[in-house]
């Protein structure tokens, strides 16, 4: 972090952006679609080294540490990553249940996504979309997962060439273009207001605050849910990290405004692996492995909202779902969350899938679909935020934890 400049933060600068984005849009109307390039150009800063930031990340973070290191985190970070995503999903299940998002509301316009369930893959593909056969074709077409796959191979491989011929030109080569990746975003980010208005603009413009009336109680199970995991999630973290809890709102402000207004876990990595750095105390070391792991596999924010995609997809054409349907409706939304890019817009392939794995009408998906950008919102947010709990718990399970930097009281650069 440079020294303090004069001028507006750049949060401030995003939420000024996120209000004149929606102000403007609304006023304006339809024509605030011709704005969206803009914003789909920032958009595409951001994503043309989102592979190259998540792989040197994690083949730095694995081949620099040793083996029992990386072990360690591996270990503790799925363990909380796991931990995390099925009380989400069971939480999905429960406010579902109790306040019914799907009653009441009527199907129109089905014949729209008629054709959605043409292009759904099983859950042995997904599986096995995880394991790239060309690792280059997997960057261009950033799957995320696969690349993290051949990250971690990668860097073990680097690791025990480090170790047996003690030259660590390689490694010191990706961390160090790691870094100018890094450099290149945070250039980026300085637009960032820019696009956000872009983007926001052109939302509320073509789709209006009238796509919100049908839907506000499938949007507020998803608010109410990320409500009750911050009270769950929020206290638990500070308690087993030592922390004073009341410290983590205003340290979070900045990514999480990034996540509600760019629905994008992909375009919030580097904010959120830089504050939990410099603002929570996670050490570098951990941030760079937990960061873009966590991107990819853990989705709280996600697994609770296609849980409750599901209970709407049913409770809106009438069908009960059984206790087995429950069950697995909560198993393959936390698969889902393993295998889902984290961009905007992946969510109504996963709706299609739920829909057609566990024998649900597709018609109520075109409903899902009108909405997405504002369910992004949410499920962002809670993804986005627990990432950075993970890395604190397994930051401070290896005795990295700086408690001095969560309390302000020293300072450090990313």
Known sequence: MEGKKKGLSLTTQILIATAGGIVFGSLIGPWASNLKFIGDIFIRLIQMSVVLLVMTAVAGAVGSGDGQDVGKMGFHTFKWIIFFTLISAGLGVVLSMLIQPGIGIEIANAEAIANASAETASLQDTLLGFVSTNIIGSMADSAMVPCIVFALFFGTAMGT??????????????????????????????????GI????????????????????????VLL?????????????????????????????????????????????LPTKMEDAVVKFGVSRKVADFTGPITMSMNSCGAALCYVAAIFFMAQSTG??????????????????CMGTIVVPGGSVIVYTFLASSLGLPLESIAILIGIDWFSGMFRTLMNVDVDVMVGMLVSSKLGDLDRDVYNE????EY
């Not at 047996?164 to 637009?191: D, L, P």
């Not at 069908?319 to 889902?336: D, N, P, R, V, W």
């Not at 009281?409 to 450090?412: D, G, H, I, L, R």
Request: charged share 10%; hydrophobic share 50%.
């Open 161 to 194: 060439y480090t170790r047996q011929s003690g030259n660590r030109n390689m490694v010191e080569w990706v961390t160090g273009f790691n870094t100018i990746i890094t450099n290149i975003i945070k250039a980026v980010m300085h637009v960032a207001p820019i």
């Open 197 to 220: 208005f872009c983007l926001l603009a052109n939302v509320a413009g073509s789709t209006g605050f009238k796509v919100i009336i049908p839907m506000i109680k499938f949007l507020g």
């Open 224 to 268: 109410l849910g990320d409500a009750i995991q911050f009270l769950i999630y929020g206290p638990l973290t500070a308690a087993l990290c030592k922390v004073n809890p009341a410290k983590m709102p205003k340290k979070f402000a900045k990514m999480s405004m990034m996540a509600v207004t760019t629905t994008s876990g992909a375009i919030c």
């Open 319 to 336: 069908i009960q779902l059984t206790t087995y349907q429950m069950g697995m409706a909560i198993l393959l939304s936390c698969l889902m």
């Open 409 to 412: 009281t020293k300072v450090v």
